[in-house]
């Protein structure tokens, strides 16, 4: 039950950081955050026209910026101060189209004293097929 209520503290809190965000973490507006804590940190959104290419499929730049966005949300929860990308990876694996429902899920593999790695994949909500993978390393600062 405590993890739960601590999920869902953190989900308001960065839900609470994308609404009120003017810089380009506004582009997350239509992603809701599902849960969290501890290192994780799970979302989810439909995808509609404006995170599409011109061949109606969901951006492979989006798709970046989710693993980017969602991965640092997940090391946030850490007791840590995420800092720059020092790498970051996609796998693009199937594509989504406009419409679908995606599930994005971030883990926080482990935070040293200077880096952490996260892992992030996107799945379709209907059937858990995985669209994209990514890996991200990121400085931390323990301060």
């Known amino acids: 039950m405590g993890t739960r209520k601590k999920g869902l503290e953190f989900a308001k809190h960065i839900t609470e950081i994308i609404t009120k965000a003017t810089g380009f973490e506004r582009h997350l507006e239509k992603v809701q955050i599902t849960g969290g804590g501890d290192g994780i940190?799970?979302?989810?959104?439909?995808?509609g026209p404006e995170h599409l290419n011109r061949g109606?499929?969901?951006?492979?730049?989006?798709?970046?910026?989710?693993?980017?966005?969602?991965?640092?949300?997940?090391?946030?929860?850490?007791?840590?101060?995420?800092?720059?990308?020092?790498?970051?990876?996609?796998?693009?694996?199937?594509?989504a189209r406009e419409g679908d429902d995606v599930v994005i899920e971030a883990n926080t593999i482990r935070a040293g004293r200077?880096?952490?790695?996260?892992?992030?994949?996107?799945?379709?909500?209907?059937?858990?097929s995985v669209i994209a993978k990514g890996s991200h390393t990121k400085y931390v600062n323990f301060e």
């Open 41 to 47: 940190c799970t979302a989810e959104f439909k995808v």
């Open 56 to 95: 109606g499929g969901l951006h492979g730049g989006y798709t970046a910026t989710l693993v980017d966005m969602i991965t640092t949300y997940a090391l946030m929860s850490k007791p840590c101060h995420p800092g720059v990308s020092v790498d970051i990876s996609v796998s693009y694996l199937k594509g």
């Open 114 to 128: 200077t880096l952490a790695f996260i892992d992030c994949i996107l799945k379709h909500k209907k059937d858990n």
